[in-house]
């Protein structure tokens, strides 16, 4: 990935160029990189909430090796040449790679760059293919409690998730469902209880390896609130299931959605998001337009925001993660 301005558009393809064929090796650079990446990721883990991070990631997934933070002895093992071999194969053929391009440019300059400085990468039509990892969220219901750090704040992460029907039209409505319940968990836990000082909600959803969802509910609260919060979280869940969002929080989610959208396509990183999450998931490069997500918009009803509450917050799949201050001498 990389940016320029629209003068030093063509310096943009030459490193480009560069990136694929002439690499370079540097013996400085290299053990400067690894010992820096240690000192980063050791300092990370004496950060509580970075040690949150890593800690509920390896107790979702089960331990697997790459969702885990890296330490210092990962780092140990990496040697120069493996690295510098294992970038040479996987930029020997640019044929299997996709370019994009967002922003201000003239399309007949850009185009001759195209054709100078990508149409003369290596090109061996090799077609790979991607490999399953098997990295997957724990099934079953998992609970969990841990004690670190001192800050008087207690951190909190749900996880909702399970199989999944791939659809823009279930993707759409995933998003909405989020955008419904966040109302309603601030409008309970901040505005009414208060001693939680934010609620997050985001949804996501794979077509690759399979077709998954999940829902990931966070918070921070004051500790004395914890379970209290926690159990008023699933409350909002329960009542979202059994009585539709109404007419008034229907209309804040649309018009939200509406602006959000507005709002979105100004920006090119919204472009280059959409591009390439479309590339890789169904191809559907024309649901990016305000009329094609006006229609999703439209035929939204309460009903469906019900039934999908229903259908993915079932608890069947269900991961809840909690980390309280330690316990001091002194308290």
Avoid: C
């Avoid at 800690?55 to 040449?81: G, S």
């Avoid at 996709?98 to 090799?126: A, H, R």
């Avoid at 077709?211 to 500790?223: H, K």
């Avoid at 959409?274 to 490069?285: G, I, L, P, V, Y």
């Amino acid at each position: 990935s990389g940016s320029s301005s629209p003068d030093d558009l063509e310096m943009m393809f030459q490193m480009t160029y560069k990136y694929f064929t002439d690499p370079g090796k540097n013996d400085d650079a290299f053990t400067s990189f690894i010992n820096k990446q240690k000192g980063i990721y050791k300092n990370l883990l004496s950060d509580p909430q970075y040690y949150f991070m890593d800690y509920a990631q390896k107790v979702a997934y089960d331990n697997h090796p790459r969702v885990k933070f890296p330490t210092e002895e990962d780092f140990d093992k990496i040697k120069q040449e493996d690295a510098y071999k294992i970038y040479k194969e996987r930029f020997a053929d640019a044929s299997d790679f996709t370019f994009f391009f967002v922003g201000n440019f003239d399309k007949k300059v850009i185009t001759e760059y195209i054709q100078k400085y990508l149409g003369n990468l290596p090109n061996l039509d090799s077609n790979e293919k991607w490999k399953d990892n098997n990295i997957r969220l724990k099934k079953g219901e998992t609970k969990d409690r841990i004690q670190n750090g001192i800050a008087p704040k207690t951190d909190v992460q749900m996880t909702f998730h399970g199989d999944y029907e791939y659809s823009k039209e279930n993707n759409y409505l995933l998003s909405s469902v989020a955008a419904y319940l966040r109302i309603k968990l601030r409008e309970t836990m901040r505005e009414d209880l208060g001693g939680v000082y934010g609620v997050r909600l985001r949804e996501s959803v794979d077509r690759k390896p399979i077709e998954y969802y999940d829902f990931a509910l966070g918070f921070n609260a004051d500790p004395p609130e914890t379970d209290k919060l926690i159990a008023a979280a699933h409350e909002v869940i329960k009542t979202a299931k059994e009585a539709a969002p109404s007419e008034e929080d229907m209309k804040k989610v649309k018009e939200t959605q509406r602006q959000n959208r507005k709002k979105n396509l100004k920006e090119n990183r919204f472009w280059m998001s959409f591009m390439r999450m479309e590339h890789e998931r169904s191809k559907q490069f024309e649901d990016i337009t305000m009329e094609a997500y006006e229609k999703h918009i439209n035929a939204l009803t309460s009903d469906d925001i019900k039934a999908a509450i229903n259908k993915y917050f079932d608890y069947e799949n269900y991961i809840e993660i909690i980390m309280e201050p330690e316990v001091t001498e002194s308290k």
